[in-house]
T-cell receptor, first 114, second 110 residues
Framework: DTGVSQNPRHKITKRGQNVTFRCDPISEHNRLYWYRQTLGQGPEFLTYFQNEAQLEKSRLLSDRFSAERPKGSFSTLEIQRTEQGDSAMYLC????????????FGPGTRLTVL | SQQGEEDPQALSIQEGENATMNCSYKTSINNLQWYRQNSGRGLVHLILIRSNEREKHSGRLRVTLDTSKKSSSLLITASRAADTASYFCATDGSNYQLIWGAGTKLIIKP
């Protein structure tokens, strides 16, 4: 399967714990995006990488959220000190680049904070 | 903040009928995209229309774009049960991010 993959698919954690999600983009794609989606809403942009450079992170929801893409391949999204309001689907997408740039999405990681 | 608004929020039609969904957005765009989301497959890209295009077709899908009204429509012809899903429009924002509406939930009744 050469699509975008995300792990884990589901994560249940207790409030206050840290969680980390992984995204493996399509191999030749140099752009990688993280979105959050809550029930009944469209995805909400969080952050974006061009290769290993994080070019936009102002939309990360708080300083508890951080993302990395250390070698320009896979990426991780970490949430520290989780809160119940962090419960959502976290989506990763990748794209090849260019002005009309289709983003291909992974299946998402559903986070439940108890 | 969400850029687009889809209309209607929910649509239920008989299999074989056509389904039309609308999207309105707020700021100028370079392109607009439509995606489908169902629980089994996540978000799937359907079609991209550029700001200088007025209509685009892909199989049973027809998308129109009216930049003067800041609106787009997605028409699915001869609907099938497998078309049951939520449909989202997304516009391009800064840094290549996509800005999304809340989606239209489409149900195709057999």
């Amino acid at each position: 399967d050469t699509g975008v993959s995300q792990n884990p698919r589901h994560k249940i954690t207790k409030r206050g714990q840290n969680v980390t999600f992984r995204c493996d983009p399509i191999s030749e794609h140099n752009r990688l995006y993280w979105y959050r989606q809550t029930l009944g809403q469209g995805p909400e942009f969080l952050t974006y990488f061009q290769n290993e450079a994080q070019l936009e992170k102002s939309r990360l929801l708080s300083d508890r959220f951080s993302a990395e893409r250390p070698k320009g391949s896979f990426s991780t999204l970490e949430i520290q000190r989780t809160e119940q309001g962090d419960s959502a689907m976290y989506l990763c997408a990748s794209s090849l680049g260019g002005t009309q740039d289709t983003q291909y999405f992974g299946p998402g990681t559903r986070l439940t904070v108890l | 903040s969400q850029q687009g608004e889809e209309d209607p929020q929910a649509l239920s039609i008989q299999e074989g009928e056509n389904a039309t969904m609308n999207c309105s957005y707020k700021t100028s765009i370079n392109n607009l995209q439509w995606y489908r989301q169902n629980s089994g497959r996540g978000l799937v890209h359907l079609i991209l229309i550029r700001s200088n295009e007025r209509e685009k077709h892909s199989g049973r899908l027809r998308v129109t774009l009216d930049t003067s009204k800041k609106s787009s429509s997605l028409l699915i012809t001869a609907s099938r049960a497998a078309d049951t899903a939520s449909y989202f429009c997304a516009t391009d924002g800064s840094n290549y991010q996509l800005i999304w509406g809340a989606g239209t939930k489409l149900i195709i009744k057999p």
